[in-house]
């Protein structure tokens, strides 16, 4: 059991199923620029962000090679972990080829199976 506490009266954040990239990466391109618009609203509050899986419609990570596109989503990621926001990313039946990029890349915590936490005194899994 993980446990995490939110001090400094921070919020955490819950998303999940994206899709981005379907169905097509040009349709997906204007929900991709609200989900970054809601990630800048809330980093000003937020202490951790729980991805629950299938923020891309497909996900497929080589050793030394990740999918083109999805710069705005993945800088913006990145952005929220530079100042501080933990990341906790669950894969996704279409994102369940991730391997350590975005551990690597983002200080995010990567989940492949479910995983109990608890989270001011309530349990999630």
Request: proline content about 4%.
């Amino acid at each position: 059991m993980i446990s995490i506490t939110s001090s400094n009266n921070k919020k955490i954040y819950f998303a999940s199923d994206q899709h981005l990239g379907a169905p097509t990466p040009e349709a997906s391109l204007p929900r991709e620029k609200k989900f970054v618009a809601w990630l800048d609203e809330i980093k000003e509050d937020a202490e951790v962000l729980f991805l629950l899986g299938d923020l891309f419609d497909f996900w497929f990570e080589y050793k030394t090679v990740v999918p083109k596109g999805f710069v705005r989503i993945l800088g913006t990621l990145a952005q929220l972990a530079d100042e501080g926001i933990q990341l906790h990313i669950f894969t996704g039946n279409h994102d369940l080829w991730m391997q350590d990029y975005l551990s690597k890349e983002l200080n995010a915590k990567l989940y492949f199976e479910p995983q109990a936490f608890t989270i001011q005194n309530k349990q999630f899994l």
